[in-house]
C-alpha cells in the first residue's frame, strides 16, 4: 500500500477540504460548529492562514484529498507568537489508514522549521468520540495538559475539552526567534 503524498494546500483544494470538514461537524465532535461553513468561508480562513505564513497541508493519493491539516495562531496576543494551535481533518474513507499521522508530522517538521516553539492541540471530545485524536497526539509526543470538563454541547451531550501540548525545537529553552 503506497502512502500518501503530503504538500501544502492549494486554492483548488478547497472543495475538498470543504467537504471532509463538513463532514467532521455535521458527523463528529473534533469540531464544535454545528452548520458546516460553504467553500467561501473555507476558502477566506485557508487564505487568512496561508496570509499569516503558517502552514496549511494536504494528504493526496491518486489525486485525491484524503485529509488536511494546518497550524494557526495559539492566541491573538503578541507573547503567544511562538506558538501555533494544529487542526486535522481526514475524510472517513480514510481514517485509520495513518492520514493524521503523517499529516501530523509534516506539519511538526513545518512548525519546526519556521521557529515555532510550543504546538497546541484542543481536541473535542477526546475522552469520548474523538479519543483517536488523543491517541495521535500522544503518539507524536504531545502531552495532556488539561481537561476542560462539560463546556461544549454537541449531538444531544455535554463534551470535555482537552488540551495537549508538544515543545518544538528548542521549546523554552532560549527566546523565541519569531
Not at 502552514?55 to 495562531?73: F, N, R
Not at 515555532?116 to 483517536?132: E, K, L, P
Given at each position: 500500500?503506497?502512502?500518501?503524498?503530503?504538500?501544502?494546500?492549494?486554492?483548488?483544494?478547497?472543495?475538498?477540504?470543504?467537504?471532509?470538514?463538513?463532514?467532521?461537524?455535521?458527523?463528529?465532535?473534533?469540531?464544535?460548529?454545528?452548520?458546516?461553513?460553504?467553500?467561501a468561508e473555507m476558502r477566506?480562513?485557508?487564505?487568512?492562514?496561508?496570509?499569516?505564513?503558517?502552514?496549511?497541508?494536504?494528504?493526496?493519493?491518486?489525486?485525491?484529498?484524503?485529509?488536511?491539516?494546518?497550524?494557526?495562531?495559539?492566541?491573538?496576543?503578541?507573547?503567544?507568537?511562538?506558538?501555533?494551535?494544529?487542526?486535522?481533518?481526514?475524510?472517513?474513507?480514510?481514517?485509520?489508514?495513518?492520514?493524521?499521522?503523517?499529516?501530523?508530522?509534516?506539519?511538526?517538521?513545518?512548525?519546526?522549521?519556521?521557529?515555532?516553539?510550543?504546538?497546541?492541540?484542543?481536541?473535542?471530545?477526546?475522552?469520548?468520540?474523538?479519543?483517536?485524536?488523543?491517541?495521535?497526539?500522544?503518539?507524536?509526543?504531545?502531552?495532556?495538559?488539561?481537561?476542560?470538563?462539560?463546556?461544549?454541547?454537541?449531538?444531544?451531550?455535554?463534551?470535555?475539552?482537552?488540551?495537549?501540548?508538544?515543545?518544538?525545537?528548542?521549546?523554552?529553552?532560549?527566546p523565541p526567534?519569531?
Amino acid at each position: 500500500m503506497t502512502s500518501p503524498s503530503i504538500r501544502p494546500a492549494l486554492p483548488a483544494d478547497i472543495p475538498a477540504i470543504a467537504a471532509i470538514y463538513a463532514d467532521a461537524v455535521l458527523n463528529g465532535t473534533a469540531s464544535w460548529e454545528l452548520d458546516p461553513p460553504g467553500e467561501a468561508e473555507m476558502r477566506r480562513r485557508y487564505e487568512a492562514i496561508r496570509t499569516e505564513g503558517y502552514p496549511y497541508l494536504v494528504a493526496e493519493k491518486h489525486a485525491a484529498v484524503l485529509g488536511y491539516a494546518y497550524a494557526g495562531p495559539y492566541r491573538p496576543r503578541p507573547a503567544y507568537r511562538s506558538t501555533v494551535e494544529n487542526s486535522i481533518y481526514v475524510a472517513p474513507q480514510a481514517q485509520g489508514a495513518g492520514i493524521g499521522r503523517a499529516l501530523l508530522a509534516a506539519l511538526i517538521a513545518d512548525c519546526s522549521a519556521q521557529g515555532f516553539r510550543q504546538m497546541m492541540a484542543v481536541i473535542g471530545d477526546g475522552t469520548g468520540a474523538s479519543v483517536g485524536s488523543r491517541r495521535l497526539h500522544e503518539a507524536a509526543g504531545f502531552r495532556l495538559v488539561g481537561v476542560a470538563e462539560k463546556v461544549g454541547f454537541k449531538h444531544g451531550r455535554w463534551l470535555d475539552q482537552l488540551l495537549m501540548q508538544k515543545e518544538l525545537g528548542e521549546g523554552h529553552r532560549s527566546p523565541p526567534a519569531r
